[in-house]
Nanobody
Framework: QVQLVESGGGSVQAGGSLRLSCAAS??????????MAWFRQAPGKEREGVAT????????PYADSVKGRFTISQDTAKNTLYLQMNSLKPEDTATYYC??????????????????????WGQGTQVTVSS
């Protein structure tokens, strides 16, 4: 059973930066077989996929709304997933979740990556961006 714990959320002014972390543990299979992802959900809105990443494969996909501003990365030695968020906007305000799921890198980086179910989720961390 994979456990995911996010941290790093907070309040920041527009134009600022935050780095989210997601500590993972309890991988049942080789951790390199898991697609890792960040999602977010704002009040009253549907959950939105932000980015995915697969160990050993570059050019991870991003949602259009965050391209050029957010960067997903991971430290496999520490089993930690990151989301560096720069040039934050008020519309980035949301609860951010990390997720993990067993799948191929093709599925992880496909156009439908965000719509496929992820088996494991963290509890979320709040990000609030003020104007």
């Amino acid at each position: 059973q994979v456990q995911l714990v996010e941290s790093g959320g907070g309040s920041v002014q527009a134009g600022g930066s935050l780095r989210l972390s997601c500590a993972a543990s309890g991988y049942t299979y080789n951790r390199n077989l898991y697609c890792m992802a960040w999602f977010r959900q704002a009040p009253g809105k549907e959950r939105e996929g932000v980015a995915t990443i697969y160990t050993g494969y570059s050019n991870p996909p991003y949602a259009d709304s965050v391209k050029g501003r957010f960067t997903i990365s991971q430290d496999t030695a520490k089993n930690t997933l990151y989301l560096q968020m720069n040039s934050l906007k008020p519309e980035d305000t949301a609860t951010y979740y990390c997720a993990a799921g067993l799948r191929t890198w093709v599925d992880c980086y496909s156009a439908s990556a965000f719509t496929k179910s992820f088996a494991y989720w963290g509890q979320g961390t709040q990000v609030t961006v003020s104007s």
